[in-house]
């Protein structure tokens, strides 16, 4: 065990020697394989050992572009595609290509988009014989026109064309790009720079003196402009952190930073006092904040934005993390000098940067670790012998065929009869069971899930036994069941949730029974406010509950929320102090006997990026490798005309699932968006806002 727990402590778990005989008895494959077991956060660290240790370490470096290399095997019957990704735009490379080429005047560029197609055929024959570069952008975005745009690449007659000719492409991955352009052109992609200092560095390169002279409040200029360029870098790489960083990862681009900086220049050139208001505004509401959906990422933005557009960053000696890693410089030293200064920076970005805690890195680690596992899932070809037979045919213990009938028994095992009405398969909850109770059940959503579990899984195994057709849908299904993932047949009728199969099913037959319980025992005291449907419908009934009962508009109603305390805190507190007690509620809901007169008490809760301190009852920073922890009992209190704090709180979003980004309702929010509570803490609320702290309704 101490071995394991060796490399379980490990900073570099995937160079640690496995104990005893398995150091011996696994080959380098077989020990990812169990490095996934011990640690996942580092299973892409192993697989980047692997691959340089058997086919070289130029396959996992990245490869520069040289678009000298590039135009040299071209010819002008050949198009040069670059193959877009996010955070990329080769267009300022490619113009400064142009320069070197002393093509700059004979460069003719078009965005393409509805209505630019004749534009673009006329541009194309006008090169094709004044011997010009035609640059078309975005060509994803106009589908409709790549059929012409596939048969004047065609028609180009080789020995009438002029020699100088070339066309360039952008577009990003489409199925409506034409495949014939594809085989015959020359293919490039730019990946974004990865890291704060790459960032940097590509920012600064295309700068030089003479710019950064050109102002006429120069120190100040200097000052915020790598402050800016800073920004731009943690904006960029926050998304790497998923959910924590942005709920949506937006594409910022070097664009959104080139006229930020021009609008800085612009600004300091025109006004006399520092215009920050304006500077903030035009930089995180109009150009970064042009691309945020979501309210909750763009004050996140905002809180991020206000670090680096500030009085404090003029200061020669500032610090923008606590580390002072990255910090502002001597704004007498010129570009180089700048240049110098960066590439002293770290390659691999702390955490700390983006006001994060340590923890945010073992998360990105799991995210980029478990999306490379779940692709090569995905990619493996549906068979599992030499003889190539497929899956169906491989199935000789009849993998599919239990699964199918271990879920129809469970089912049929664990759901209710009592108080149900009986459907075509019975049982299911009924929904007029909410006559018994003093609160509305949500509408049946959990019978119509119920009814199609057991209908297709009823037809999946009479399928594989050849009873019936193996239909389109059934085959899908069939696979998700063999990779253990939930059927997309069950997901579009299911709540939201990133469970396997095997855990979906038993949160599925928890929620049915928290419900059931609440039929046959009345209301509940705490309510499990992951385990329904649609928890705002319940939040609503709450407040209308609320209004009926004062007689009062229930658009002056709001919710105040309150930590629930145990009676015996002091005690709960000794035993914590003392080292009992090291991950625990104050109390256990279920020492709650009694409902509120007003509200509702609620419950299964958990907060990622941070914890709730059961000592100084009140948020606190989370422990060493603990990514998620159980959130206390809360009371929700409703209130008339209500005056909410805004200090000592904080104020936290929860969400139904760990993705936290869905699509938009009517009310402008994430439909993944529960309802945000009011959480005590001693920090600023930036803080744990940079910190991406949220709640989550289910793992």
């Given at each position: 065990?101490?071995?394991?727990?060796?490399i379980?402590?490990?900073?570099?778990?995937?160079?640690?020697?496995?104990?005893?005989?398995?150091?011996e008895?696994?080959?380098?494959?077989q020990?990812i394989?169990?490095?996934?077991?011990?640690?996942?956060?580092?299973?892409?660290?192993?697989?980047?050992?692997?691959?340089?240790?058997?086919?070289?370490?130029?396959?996992?470096?990245p490869?520069?572009?040289?678009?000298?290399?590039?135009?040299?095997e071209?010819s002008?019957?050949?198009?040069l595609?670059?193959?877009?990704?996010?955070?990329?735009?080769?267009?300022?490379?490619?113009?400064?290509?142009?320069?070197?080429?002393?093509f700059?005047?004979?460069?003719?560029?078009?965005?393409?988009?509805?209505g630019?197609g004749?534009?673009?055929?006329?541009?194309?024959?006008?090169?094709?014989?004044?011997?010009?570069?035609?640059?078309?952008?975005?060509?994803?975005?106009?589908?409709?026109?790549?059929?012409?745009?596939?048969?004047l690449?065609?028609?180009?007659d080789?020995?009438?064309?002029?020699?100088?000719?070339?066309?360039?492409?952008?577009?990003?991955?489409?199925?409506?790009?034409?495949?014939?352009?594809l085989?015959?052109?020359?293919?490039?992609?730019?990946?974004?720079?990865?890291?704060?200092?790459?960032?940097?560095?590509?920012?600064?390169?295309?700068?030089?003196?003479?710019?950064?002279?050109?102002?006429?409040?120069?120190s100040?200029?200097?000052?915020?402009?790598?402050s800016?360029?800073?920004?731009?870098?943690?904006?960029?790489?926050?998304?790497?952190?998923?959910?924590?960083?942005?709920?949506?990862?937006?594409e910022?681009t070097?664009?959104?930073?080139?006229i930020c900086?021009?609008?800085?220049?612009?600004?300091?050139?025109?006004y006399?006092?520092?215009?920050?208001?304006?500077?903030?505004?035009?930089?995180?509401?109009?150009?970064?904040?042009?691309?945020?959906?979501?309210?909750?990422?763009?004050?996140?933005?905002?809180?991020?934005?206000?670090?680096?557009y500030?009085y404090?960053?003029?200061?020669?000696?500032h610090?923008y993390?606590?580390?002072?890693?990255?910090?502002?410089i001597?704004?007498?030293?010129?570009?180089?000098?700048?240049?110098?200064?960066?590439?002293?920076?770290?390659?691999?970005?702390?955490?700390?940067?983006?006001?994060?805690?340590?923890?945010?890195?073992?998360?990105?680690?799991?995210?980029?670790?478990f999306?490379?596992?779940?692709?090569?899932?995905?990619?493996?070809p549906?068979?599992?012998?030499?003889?190539?037979?497929?899956s169906?045919?491989?199935?000789t213990?009849?993998?599919?065929?239990?699964?199918?009938g271990?879920?129809?028994?469970?089912?049929?095992?664990?759901?209710?009869?009592?108080?149900c009405?009986?459907?075509?398969?019975?049982?299911?909850?009924?929904?007029?069971a909410?006559?018994?109770?003093s609160?509305?059940?949500?509408?049946?959503?959990?019978?119509?899930?119920?009814?199609?579990i057991?209908?297709?899984?009823?037809?999946?195994?009479?399928?594989?036994?050849?009873?019936v057709?193996?239909?389109?849908?059934?085959?899908?299904?069939?696979?998700?069941?063999?990779?253990?993932?939930?059927?997309?047949?069950w997901?579009?009728?299911?709540?939201p949730?990133l469970?396997?199969?095997?855990?979906?099913?038993?949160?599925?037959?928890?929620?049915?029974?928290?419900?059931?319980?609440?039929?046959?025992?009345?209301v509940?005291?705490?309510?499990w406010?992951?385990?329904?449907?649609?928890?705002q419908a319940?939040?609503?009934?709450?407040?209308?509950?609320?209004?009926?009962?004062?007689?009062?508009?229930?658009?002056?109603?709001?919710?105040?929320?309150?930590?629930?305390?145990?009676k015996?805190t002091?005690?709960?507190?000794?035993?914590?102090?003392?080292?009992?007690?090291r991950?625990?509620?104050?109390?256990?809901?279920?020492?709650?006997?009694?409902?509120?007169?007003?509200?509702?008490?609620?419950?299964g809760?958990?907060?990622?990026?941070?914890?709730?301190?059961?000592?100084?009852q009140?948020?606190?920073?989370?422990?060493?490798?603990?990514?998620?922890t159980?959130?206390?009992?809360?009371?929700?209190?409703?209130?008339?005309?209500?005056?909410p704090?805004?200090?000592?709180?904080?104020?936290?979003?929860?969400?139904?699932?760990?993705?936290?980004?869905?699509?938009?309702?009517?009310?402008?929010?994430?439909?993944?968006?529960?309802?945000?509570?009011?959480?005590?803490?001693?920090?600023?609320?930036?803080?744990?806002?940079?910190?991406?702290?949220?709640?989550?309704?289910?793992?």
């Amino acid at each position: 065990m101490e071995g394991f727990k060796k490399i379980f402590d490990s900073q570099e778990p995937h160079r640690e020697d496995l104990p005893g005989q398995w150091k011996e008895d696994l080959d380098d494959f077989q020990k990812i394989v169990m490095l996934r077991c011990l640690r996942a956060d580092m299973v892409t660290s192993a697989m980047q050992d692997y691959v340089a240790k058997h086919m070289g370490q130029r396959f996992i470096e990245p490869q520069t572009s040289d678009l000298g290399v590039v135009f040299k095997e071209s010819s002008p019957v050949t198009p040069l595609i670059f193959v877009l990704s996010a955070g990329t735009d080769p267009a300022a490379d490619l113009y400064k290509f142009a320069e070197e080429m002393r093509f700059s005047k004979k460069l003719s560029a078009i965005s393409l988009g509805q209505g630019q197609g004749p534009r673009a055929e006329a541009l194309i024959r006008s090169a094709m014989d004044r011997g010009k570069w035609v640059f078309f952008q975005n060509c994803h975005l106009a589908p409709s026109w790549m059929p012409s745009l596939e048969r004047l690449i065609e028609g180009i007659d080789p020995d009438k064309v002029h020699r100088d000719f070339r066309l360039w492409l952008t577009s990003m991955p489409s199925n409506q790009f034409p495949v014939a352009i594809l085989q015959n052109g020359s293919k490039m992609t730019i990946e974004p720079p990865r890291g704060i200092k790459a960032n940097l560095l590509r920012a600064y390169m295309a700068q030089n003196d003479d710019f950064l002279n050109s102002c006429t409040k120069v120190s100040v200029f200097k000052s915020l402009l790598f402050s800016l360029c800073l920004f731009h870098g943690v904006a960029l790489e926050r998304r790497k952190f998923g959910a924590l960083g942005f709920n949506i990862p937006y594409e910022y681009t070097t664009g959104d930073l080139r006229i930020c900086i021009s609008q800085l220049k612009m600004f300091l050139d025109e006004y006399e006092e520092l215009p920050f208001k304006c500077l903030t505004y035009t930089a995180g509401h109009i150009n970064y904040g042009g691309r945020v959906t979501d309210d909750w990422d763009r004050r996140c933005m905002m809180n991020i934005l206000s670090d680096f557009y500030c009085y404090d960053v003029l200061k020669p000696d500032h610090k923008y993390s606590e580390a002072g890693t990255y910090r502002q410089i001597d704004t007498d030293c010129d570009n180089n000098g700048y240049i110098q200064y960066i590439r002293s920076l770290p390659i691999n970005d702390t955490p700390e940067i983006f006001g994060m805690h340590d923890n945010a890195n073992i998360t990105f680690a799991q995210n980029e670790s478990f999306a490379t596992l779940n692709a090569l899932i995905h990619l493996q070809p549906k068979s599992s012998s030499a003889s190539g037979r497929s899956s169906e045919e491989v199935d000789t213990t009849g993998q599919t065929l239990d699964t199918t009938g271990q879920i129809l028994e469970t089912t049929h095992a664990h759901l209710p009869t009592r108080h149900c009405i009986l459907l075509p398969h019975p049982p299911y909850i009924y929904p007029h069971a909410a006559l018994f109770l003093s609160i509305p059940l949500p509408s049946p959503r959990y019978n119509r899930l119920l009814q199609e579990i057991i209908r297709s899984s009823r037809d999946i195994l009479k399928a594989i036994k050849g009873l019936v057709v193996m239909s389109e849908p059934l085959e899908k299904m069939f696979n998700s069941l063999y990779i253990n993932e939930v059927p997309s047949l069950w997901s579009k009728k299911a709540y939201p949730s990133l469970k396997p199969l095997a855990s979906w099913t038993e949160d599925l037959l928890a929620r049915v029974q928290f419900i059931q319980h609440w039929i046959d025992a009345g209301v509940p005291t705490v309510f499990w406010i992951s385990g329904f449907f649609f928890p705002q419908a319940f939040l609503t009934g709450t407040l209308q509950n609320y209004a009926r009962k004062s007689v009062i508009s229930i658009d002056t109603i709001t919710f105040d929320f309150k930590v629930t305390l145990s009676k015996y805190t002091w005690f709960v507190k000794f035993m914590y102090h003392n080292g009992v007690l090291r991950n625990h509620q104050t109390f256990h809901y279920e020492d709650i006997k009694e409902r509120p007169e007003d509200g509702c008490y609620i419950r299964g809760l958990y907060v990622e990026g941070a914890r709730w301190d059961p000592v100084e009852q009140q948020l606190g920073e989370s422990r060493p490798k603990e990514l998620y922890t159980d959130m206390a009992t809360m009371w929700l209190v409703p209130e008339g005309n209500r005056t909410p704090p805004t200090k000592g709180i904080y104020i936290c979003p929860i969400y139904k699932t760990l993705t936290r980004a869905g699509t938009l309702s009517t009310t402008g929010h994430s439909t993944n968006y529960v309802i945000s509570v009011e959480i005590p803490t001693s920090r600023e609320q930036k803080h744990w806002v940079k910190r991406g702290v949220a709640m989550i309704c289910a793992l």
